[in-house]
Structure formats: structure tokens, C-alpha cells
């Protein structure tokens, strides 16, 4: 089997002592939730903020979506936003899945009361419906249908006219798993299982070829709960339907080791690799699992960002090319990174148990999937920017149904999964977490108490009921400089091997009170952006470094209820007003200066411009909110400067211009830009070339476009030019508003255009914007907004 990995993590192979052949290296298991308590820390808050939001959630209007597609009386309505737009039902999956987390965790009472509920009321309805379904989506026994009949009209995100119906029905396969597995729920499990039996006769009469075509529209794990299933029942055929639910357009490039991910919807392939990890675990394919594992090395060490997100727009943009990822406020996805962290404990204990899973795993939970939680109401981000200067937007329970909320939900209920592992002699220690663990193989109890990443040092109390040896691993974080970290037993240095895998071992025949005391040293470095350009995060140890710029103008802090609630669209400050550091890039990390306190800060000197001649606290971005921010910096010498000012000056101007006029936007070919405008279309495609999106069709395309104050009067068109006759009307609530003919360009030129609205429109508050193409061609666009002013910056 090939394994690439970083070179980031070698040291730890030679590190302190020759690796001792005794040491333990087997393969480990994990800790059930309720074996983990978390104690008090910033990640105990957002497990209680979590709770406190978990109940806010009406479960009976999560059930409304169940209720009516099953032809049963809802009990009261939907919820807005995504769940009454096509998305219906996608969130009560989700919410099985977190209450489920949440009691194995907490053991709250509650949790498991609305947990059972829910199962009950959607039992009423799998009942109701008499085939195993059960679902939201609006409308959907017409698609099933249609699919089973082997009508197959597929998309990034439309299956036969639904919306992602595959993706929302995996939230409910997902949500009836775990409430079985961490809740034992029995109902759960038969309904789980009665459902996949709905999928198999489902696509039974439907070739490879047939099913392949359905995977083109986004359809979550599906592949990783059916071979859950095989797992519960024991039965191949469902590990089968795993298999031909694996999409091979992902899966195949991987294999070869060909990273062929620019321009695909991120997370819409993420969990495709995490049921070819599963399926990979069940029948030992090494194959399937290299592949897997040569995805995660891909996105971690070539597509991520200081944070451990990736993403621009919910897209993987090119590698070398990061600056959408600076210029954009629609940054890295949260789902993206649920999901991230999901595969790197999958691969863990497949590959050798290697602390470097667990160094992406540390620096991602802390810098984004806490960060994405407001720590004083528990609302939930969908984008980060990492546009300088720009903000958050936090969902609220009676308003935000995204996915970012549904997997915002699930995670404070699993904060404690990684913290420890286990193999029969030895506990492995991954995570700085306050906690307590109940070892009940080994009758131990280990307490662990820390102020970590305000302090350096973490206290571990063994307490077993009788005296009993095992090996201690500690992980040796790659941030911990070879030769800095320190074990002590009972307040005496300790000898340590450190393993092949990363860890500083201790073995001894353990007493109840024996205290650990583990110090990890910790510097600051920095981050270059990966495509190498002079932007940089500051890091201390594993956590990332953030100033808060200021509080004007957050537009949309708290979310609305509309399409586009999650997205910040408040003034954007330009990019030649960002705080750039005026020093070479060697010394970047001589420029901060540590404050004395309790908490992680520190003073950033020698920026320009002069706003910020005063220089600017750097804190953990966890602890940042409700705040504009920054988090990577621009580099310069004195001689660069003026420079970079001007030039970004110039590509500034133009942007920001245009958003001035901008009343609504769509990025065509884009999957959430357009599923929140309503896109309909016949004979249509999408494609991803020079850098954009696009989608084209032989007969036509549309899309609802917001008019709210009816101040938008002109559409502003961005497209391909073509060396081929191309020609599209272009109407605005059937109304004709021009016609554009190409003929003879350059296929990589990128045209523009204004078009005046109709007058007998510009009065109406939502226009349906369509191409209709002539001859069977049209334009391949890529942008459609609309302005208040007939121009072009």
C-alpha cells in the first residue's frame, strides 16, 4: 500500500530516544461517549449552549415535512428557510442524530424523552406509508417512482426536479443509525433497516450504469449507512447496495492517486470518501482505504487553510491559486470540516493509530468547529471568511435550517470522541481537554484537568480501583519542538520512549492518586497560505491567532429566515485598508509580543496602515465573535509595499464597485447559489473552466431573483465568449430583454453585458431571469446579478 505522508511529522519517528520495540502499537479502539465527561472549558459551555438551542427546536414542527409527505395531519407547520424551499426534512435527521450524541454524552433525560418522541411520531409515519420510507421531500414519491421506473434526470443538486432528495433521506438514515447506536433505541434500528429495504427494491430493476447517473446529485453517506447496516444485521446485500451507491467519478481518480477535486462542490464529496473508508473497514479492501486515505492527505495538506477548513463558495478552488479564499466572504464551510474530522477518525486506528491524524484533528476542532459555535447562545455558522476585515453570520433557532446547522447541532454532543483511545494494555491520550474517563476494562478512572492553550501543562489523575500496568501514550503534538515535552509522575521527571506513531510512552504499574503532569511547550509560528502567495497566520502551538478589527455594519449578524441568511453581506472593507505587516517573512513571528494574564493574548506591531500604527491584541479565534476580524495578514518589505497597495488597489475598485449596484447575484453552476434562487431548467449542464463555474443548456435555464425595494433595473451578464455560433434570448418574467449572438471569440475570453429590465417589470419584487437558447446552444454564463445602474466598473 502506498502512504504519502507530510514530512511535517518525520521528526517524530527519531524523536528523544531510539523507538522502543515494546511499546504498544496495536491497533486502538475508542471510548463509548458515555465513558467521557467533559469538565469545565470552553468546550463544556458549548455543549450546555448546545442543549439550550437543541430545546429550543419545536420537534413537532421538525416532524410537519414526515407528516404530510406520509398523508398524515401535521400537527402544527414546517419551519422556514430550508425546510419549507425543497430541503424539508433534512434537519430532523439531523436533530435524531444530535440528541442521540448529546444523551450518550450528558446522560440528559430530556434528550432521550424528545429523542424517543421523534422516532415514535416518524415510526407513525413509516407505518403510514407501508413500503419503509420515510422522508420529507416534498413531493417525492413522484421522483421515487419516476427512479424506479428508471427515469434518471440527475444533477449537482437536483435529482428528477427535488432537491438533493438522496442527500436529505441520508439525514434520516443517519439520524435512525445513531439513535440505535448511542441511544439504543430499538425502534430506530428496524425502522433503519426497513428503510434500506425500501432502497433496495428501490433501484433493483436499475443497472450500474443507472445508479452511477443518480450519484451525479449530491447524495451525502448513503454509501457509508448501508454498509452500517450490513454491519447491525450481518447481511453482504446490504454492503452491496453500499458498493453500487459508491460513485465512481470520485472514487476511480483516487484510486490512481490523481487529484482531479478543482471546481467540485466540497462537501458533496467528502462524505463519498467516508463510505469508501466504511465500506473499506467491513471487507478489508486496502485498495478502497488507500484511496481514502490519499483524498484526506490531499484536502489536509494541499486544499486547507490555518483553520483546517477548505473551501471557497462551497467549491475546492485551484491549489495554486488561494486568493478567492482572501478576496471572498463566503469562506470555509463547517460542514466541510464536521465531515473532515469525521474521515480523520475513521483512518486513525486504520493507519497505525499516527498522531498526525490527530494534529489536523486538534487543529481543526478548535479553530473551527468551536470557533463556529457562539459561545453565549449556541448560534451556529455556516461560512468563515478569511477575507480580511469581514465577519460571521449565526443562525437562530426559528429562523436557520441550513446543513451547516444540522451538523451544528451534532457537534458538541461528540466533543469528548477523540480525547482518549484504548488497546487492552494501553490508553492513549490525544486531546487537552478537562475531562473524566471511565476505563471500565481496566476499573480506572483518569481525571484530566487543564487550562490549556492558556497554560502549557496538563494534569492527569489515574485513579484505578486496584493497582494494574498499562502503557500511558501522550501524544507528542508536531507543534511541541523535539526534545521540549516533559513527563512527570508524581512530581518526579518520568522516562519516556517515544513511539514510531508519535507518542511519549510511560509504562508502570499504576496506584490510585498518581498524578501526571505533561508540558508542552509552546511557540509561536506561522502559516503561509498553500498557494504561496504573502499572506500568513499566526499559530501558538495548535491554536490560530486572531484581532478583532472593529464591529460596523454586521449586516445580518443573527439570521434571517431567506435563502441567503447565512452569508455575511455586510459592507465589505476593501482590501487596500487591511492591516498588512511591513517586515520580512522570516521574522513575522518576532513580531509579537506575549501580554501577562491568565488568558492567551498577545501585541501585533509594525502595521500599516496608519489606523493600526498603535498595533492590534491577537487571541485565540475561537474566543472571537460577533466581531469583524482577521486572521491572515499580508506581508511586505518597505519597498514592497507601495506596490501591493496599488496593485490591490486596482483589482479592489472594480469588486467593490459592483456590489455597490448589486441587488442579488447568482454564481451559475454554483450548487447552493443556485438552489437558493430556485433554479429550473430543461436540457441544461454545468461546467468548471479557467477558474469558473458555469452552466449552459440546449433549451433553457432560469432563476428568481430578489427585487425587494424594486430598485434593480438592469441585468449584468458575465460569460465565455465562443469561436461557434451561440445564441440565447434573454427574458425576465417572460418578458423579452435582448438576445446575445457569439460567433468567432476566443473560448477563454470572459464577456460582459448590461441589459435594461422590462419596463412593465421594474416594478416587481421577484423577476424570474431565464436563457432560452436558440438552435440548441447557448451561452455558457457564469455570473447573472442585478444592478441599480446601467454600468460596468
Same mark, same amino acid.
Given at each position: ?165 438522496? /442527500?436529505?433521506?441520508?439525514?434520516? /438514515? ?191 476542532? /478548535? ?427
Amino acid at each position: 500500500m502506498k502512504m504519502k505522508y507530510t514530512t511535517l511529522f518525520i521528526f517524530l519517528f527519531f524523536a528523544l530516544n531510539s523507538c522502543d520495540k515494546t511499546v504498544d502499537n496495536s491497533p486502538v479502539e475508542y471510548f463509548n461517549l458515555s465513558d467521557v465527561k467533559l469538565l469545565d472549558s470552553e468546550f463544556k459551555n458549548a455543549q450546555k449552549q448546545d442543549i439550550v438551542y437543541l430545546m429550543a427546536l419545536d420537534p413537532d414542527r421538525l416532524l410537519a415535512p414526515f407528516l404530510r409527505e406520509s398523508g398524515l395531519e401535521p400537527k402544527v407547520e414546517s419551519y422556514p428557510n430550508w425546510e419549507n424551499t425543497g430541503l424539508d426534512g433534512h434537519i430532523g435527521g439531523h436533530y435524531l442524530t444530535a440528541l442521540s450524541l448529546m444523551y450518550a454524552s450528558t446522560g440528559d433525560a430530556e434528550m432521550k424523552e424528545r429523542l424517543d418522541y421523534m422516532i415514535s411520531e416518524l415510526k407513525r409515519c413509516q407505518d403510514a406509508n407501508g413500503n419503509g420510507y420515510v422522508g420529507g421531500v416534498p413531493g417525492g414519491q413522484t421522483a421515487w417512482d419516476e427512479i424506479k421506473s428508471g427515469e434518471i434526470r440527475a444533477g449537482g443538486f437536483s435529482l428528477n426536479g427535488k432537491w438533493v432528495p438522496l /442527500y436529505n433521506i441520508h439525514k434520516t /438514515y443517519a439520524g435512525l443509525r445513531d439513535a440505535w447506536i448511542y441511544a439504543g433505541n430499538e425502534t430506530a434500528k428496524t425502522m433503519l433497516i426497513d428503510m434500506t429495504d425500501w432502497m433496495l427494491d428501490l433501484v433493483s430493476g436499475l443497472n450500474n450504469e443507472q445508479i452511477q447517473t443518480m450519484l451525479e446529485s449530491e447524495h451525502g453517506g448513503l454509501n457509508e449507512t448501508f454498509a452500517d447496516v450490513a454491519e447491525i444485521t450481518g447481511n453482504d446485500k446490504y454492503l452491496d447496495l453500499a458498493k453500487k451507491f459508491s460513485h465512481h467519478e470520485i472514487l476511480d481518480p483516487l484510486i490512481e492517486h490523481h487529484d482531479e477535486l478543482t471546481g467540485k462542490h466540497a462537501n458533496t464529496q467528502i462524505p463519498k470518501v467516508i463510505g469508501y473508508q466504511r465500506i473499506a473497514e467491513l471487507d478489508g479492501d486496502s485498495v478502497w482505504s488507500d484511496a481514502s486515505l490519499f483524498f484526506w492527505n490531499t484536502v489536509v495538506n494541499g486544499r486547507s487553510i490555518a483553520i483546517g477548513g477548505n473551501s471557497v463558495r462551497e467549491h475546492f478552488h485551484p491549489k495554486d491559486d488561494f486568493s478567492e479564499m482572501i478576496s471572498s466572504v463566503e469562506g470555509p464551510e463547517t460542514c466541510n470540516s464536521y465531515n473532515m474530522l469525521k474521515l480523520t477518525k475513521m483512518l486513525y486506528p486504520t493507519f497505525g493509530n499516527n498522531s498526525k491524524f490527530i494534529d489536523y484533528y486538534e487543529k481543526t476542532l /478548535y479553530n473551527h468547529i468551536l470557533a463556529s459555535i457562539n459561545p453565549d447562545n449556541g448560534g451556529l455558522v455556516y461560512f468563515t471568511p478569511m477575507r480580511p476585515n469581514h465577519y460571521r453570520v449565526y443562525s437562530q433557532p426559528e429562523t436557520s435550517f441550513w446543513c451547516c446547522v444540522g451538523s451544528g447541532i451534532e457537534n458538541p454532543g461528540k466533543y469528548g470522541e477523540m480525547i482518549y483511545a484504548h488497546t487492552d494494555q494501553s490508553l492513549y491520550v490525544n486531546l487537552f481537554i478537562p475531562s473524566v474517563l471511565n476505563w471500565e476494562d481496566k476499573n480506572t478512572e483518569v481525571v484530566m484537568e487543564t487550562q490549556f492553550p492558556d497554560e502549557d501543562k496538563v494534569y492527569l489523575t489515574i485513579n484505578p480501583n486496584e493497582k494494574t500496568e498499562f502503557e500511558l501514550h501522550l501524544r507528542y503534538p508536531s507543534w511541541v519542538e523535539n526534545g521540549a515535552l516533559n513527563v512527570l509522575v508524581n512530581g518526579k521527571e518520568a522516562k519516556f520512549q517515544v513511539s514510531e506513531n508519535g507518542y511519549a510512552v510511560v509504562k508502570r504499574e499504576w496506584e490510585k492518586g498518581d498524578k501526571v503532569e505533561l508540558v508542552l511547550p509552546m511557540k509561536i509560528t506561522t502559516e503561509q497560505l498553500e498557494d504561496g502567495s504573502n499572506n500568513y497566520a499566526f499559530n501558538y502551538g495548535p491554536i490560530v491567532l486572531a484581532a478583532k478589527t472593529g464591529t460596523e455594519d454586521l449586516k445580518g449578524l443573527y439570521a434571517d429566515a431567506s435563502r441567503m441568511g447565512h452569508v455575511a453581506h455586510g459592507k465589505m472593507i476593501p482590501l487596500k485598508d487591511r492591516p498588512v505587516i511591513v517586515a520580512s517573512a522570516d521574522n513575522l513571528p518576532s513580531m509579537l509580543e506575549k501580554e501577562s494574564g491568565n488568558q492567551l493574548a498577545f501585541q501585533l506591531k509594525g502595521l500599516y496602515p496608519e489606523q493600526y500604527q498603535d498595533g492590534l491584541e491577537l487571541l485565540p479565534f475561537y474566543r472571537i465573535h460577533e466581531s469583524r476580524y482577521n486572521i491572515y495578514w499580508s506581508q511586505a518589505s518597505k519597498e514592497e509595499l507601495n506596490d501591493m497597495i496599488r496593485e490591490v488597489e486596482q483589482e479592489e475598485q472594480a469588486r467593490i464597485a459592483l456590489e455597490e449596484i448589486t441587488v442579488d447575484k447568482v454564481g451559475c453552476g454554483e450548487q447552493q447559489p443556485e438552489s437558493d434562487h430556485f433554479v429550473k431548467f430543461e436540457g441544461s449542464r454545468t461546467g468548471y473552466a479557467n477558474d469558473y463555474h458555469y452552466r449552459e443548456t440546449r433549451r433553457f435555464f432560469s432563476y428568481n431573483l430578489k427585487n425587494p425595494d424594486k430598485t434593480g433595473r438592469f441585468l449584468y451578464l458575465k460569460y465565455f465568449d465562443s469561436q461557434y455560433p451561440r445564441s440565447a434570448e434573454i427574458l425576465v418574467n417572460n418578458k423579452s430583454a435582448g438576445t446575445i449572438e457569439l460567433n468567432g471569440g476566443d473560448e477563454d475570453t470572459i464577456l460582459e453585458k448590461v441589459i435594461p429590465i422590462p419596463d412593465s417589470e421594474l416594478t416587481k419584487q421577484e423577476l424570474i431571469f431565464k436563457v432560452q437558447a436558440s438552435d440548441q446552444s447557448s451561452i455558457r454564463l457564469i455570473e447573472v446579478r442585478l444592478l441599480t445602474k446601467n454600468e460596468i466598473p
